[in-house]
């Protein structure tokens, strides 16, 4: 079992930086995939960016490439996601989420938290 839960969301301005942190609990974090997600108001919930279990991969599309990051400090049960030069499509409620492997596809990621929401002000 994988428990976590987000922090960092809040309200920016367009241009602005933000880092959202994802606690994982359990002995095991490091042997999991860890990615992030979103969902807009009214819209379905979209990858964002996944990382491996060491770190050495990391998998975004080109919707964020280049502004999101996404990072992971195994030491600390913590996944992390910098992103810079938000704009207000970022808006979002932002969810980790825990998986054995490396993929975009949402229905695979077996644990999930309760999300954080970001709001970017034009």
């Known amino acids: 079992q994988v428990q976590l839960v987000e922090s960092g969301g809040r309200l920016v301005q367009a241009g602005a930086s933000l880092r959202l942190s994802c606690a994982a609990s359990g002995r095991t974090f490091s042997s999991y995939v860890m990615a992030w997600f979103r969902q807009a108001p009214g819209k379905e919930r979209e990858f964002v960016a996944a990382?491996?279990?060491?770190?050495?991969?990391?998998y975004n599309p080109g919707s964020v490439k280049g502004r999101f990051t996404i990072s992971r400090d195994n030491a600390k049960n913590t996944v992390y996601l910098q992103m810079n030069s938000l704009n207000p499509e970022d808006t979002a409620v932002y969810y980790c989420?825990?998986?054995?492997?490396?993929?975009?596809?949402?229905?695979?990621?077996?644990?999930w938290g309760q999300g954080t929401q970001v709001t970017v002000s034009s």
């Open positions: 990382i491996s279990w060491s770190g050495a991969s990391t």
């Open positions: 989420a825990a998986d054995r492997i490396l993929t975009s596809k949402q229905d695979e990621y077996d644990y």
